[in-house]
């Protein structure tokens, strides 16, 4: 059973940084994870995701602001989130999927994801 925490969530004002972390006890032979994001009274929605053959995918709303990356021998994935706006205020999670990215990138639906973080909260003050 593949677990998963998140760290690295905190209060940062508009146009900062912040990086979380998400601890795996292991990996799915083939693998997506994926970080996810809800704020309150909104659905969740995918932020980016990244697969076991080093496939990546990013929401339009982060591209170029955000960067998920893979530490295998740590069993950790990353989110790297600098300038930062109000709107990327939300509850952060990180997911595992055995799904793989399809070859045309687009974001998996999180229905895909078997394994879930507690999540990190994220506010950005304006």
């Known amino acids: 059973q593949v677990h998963l925490v998140e760290s690295g969530g905190g209060s940062v004002q508009s146009g900062g940084s912040l990086r979380l972390s998400c601890v795996t006890s292991?990996?799915?032979?083939?693998?997506?994870m994926g970080w996810f994001r809800q704020a309150p009274g909104k659905e969740r929605e995918g932020v980016a995701q990244i697969d076991s053959e080093g496939k990546l995918v990013y929401a339009d709303s982060v591209k170029g602001r955000f960067t998920i990356s893979q530490d295998i021998g740590k069993n950790t994935v990353y989110l790297e989130m600098n300038d930062l706006k109000p709107e990327d205020t939300a509850m952060y999670y990180c997911a595992a999927s055995k799904w793989l990215l399809p070859d045309r990138l687009v974001l998996i639906s999180s229905i895909l994801f078997d394994t879930w973080g507690q999540g990190t909260q994220v506010t950005v003050s304006s």
């Open positions: 292991e990996y799915y032979p083939s693998y997506c």
